[in-house]
């Protein structure tokens, strides 16, 4: 799977709002050119309420996250929130033992399923540029996770 790939197929997911971060949208620089990708059928969330359930990241962010080194040409990290159950069912421990297990694991390697290296504690896990080995599976999760964050969903009041 291509960037592109995902990005059309989270994105025809039913009530998904992306967001593509870059100057105009007030992100930080840093992540101009990410992909956040929101549930909000009504497109009525404000921003401090909005939480993605996925995202592709395509770059290092340079003293927080590099573990798995995104700076390679043509690399990128599709980020899925997959809360704790499914999280313990692929990798065998539940996010709170991350830190145990955090060295387990190649953040850098490419079409793997892993913890993601940052957030894994929160139910993220993480693919690194998905291609057979992991597309399909990944495909799942994402419509796990959309599933999840409709499931979540409520309309402002007020």
Same mark, same amino acid.
């Not at 989270?10 to 992100?27: D, I, N, Q, W, Y």
């Not at 395509?58 to 159950?85: E, H």
């Not at 993220?124 to 499931?151: C, E, F």
């Given at each position: 799977?291509r960037e592109e790939d995902v990005v059309a197929f989270v994105g025809a997911l039913p009530g998904v709002e992306l967001l593509t971060?870059?100057?105009?949208?007030?992100?930080?620089?840093?992540?101009?050119?990410?992909?956040?990708?929101?549930?909000?059928?009504?497109?009525? @969330?404000?921003?401090?309420?909005?939480?993605?359930?996925?995202?592709?990241?395509?770059?290092?962010?340079?003293?927080?996250?590099?573990?798995?080194?995104?700076?390679?040409?043509?690399?990128?990290?599709?980020?899925?929130?997959?809360?704790?159950?499914?999280?313990?069912? @692929?990798?065998?421990?539940?996010?709170?033992?991350?830190?145990?297990?955090?060295?387990?694991?190649?953040?850098?390697?490419?079409?793997?399923? @892993?913890?993601?290296? @940052?957030?894994?504690?929160?139910?993220?896990?993480s693919v690194l540029n998905p291609a057979p080995t992991t597309a399909g599976q990944l495909r799942d999760l994402l419509t796990g996770?959309?599933?999840?964050?409709?499931?979540?969903?409520?309309?402002?009041?007020?």
């Amino acid at each position: 799977m291509r960037e592109e790939d995902v990005v059309a197929f989270v994105g025809a997911l039913p009530g998904v709002e992306l967001l593509t971060a870059g100057p105009e949208t007030g992100a930080p620089e840093v992540a101009w050119g990410d992909h956040f990708f929101y549930y909000d059928p009504e497109r009525v @969330l404000p921003a401090d309420r909005r939480m993605p359930f996925a995202t592709i990241v395509v770059k290092d962010y340079p003293g927080f996250d590099t573990a798995s080194d995104l700076d390679r040409d043509g690399v990128f990290r599709v980020n899925v929130a997959v809360g704790r159950q499914v999280f313990e069912d @692929l990798f065998g421990y539940p996010p709170a033992a991350q830190a145990e297990h955090h060295g387990d694991h190649d953040y850098a390697a490419l079409d793997r399923m @892993l913890p993601h290296p @940052l957030y894994a504690t929160q139910g993220w896990i993480s693919v690194l540029n998905p291609a057979p080995t992991t597309a399909g599976q990944l495909r799942d999760l994402l419509t796990g996770a959309h599933a999840r964050a409709a499931a979540r969903y409520r309309r402002p009041t007020g």
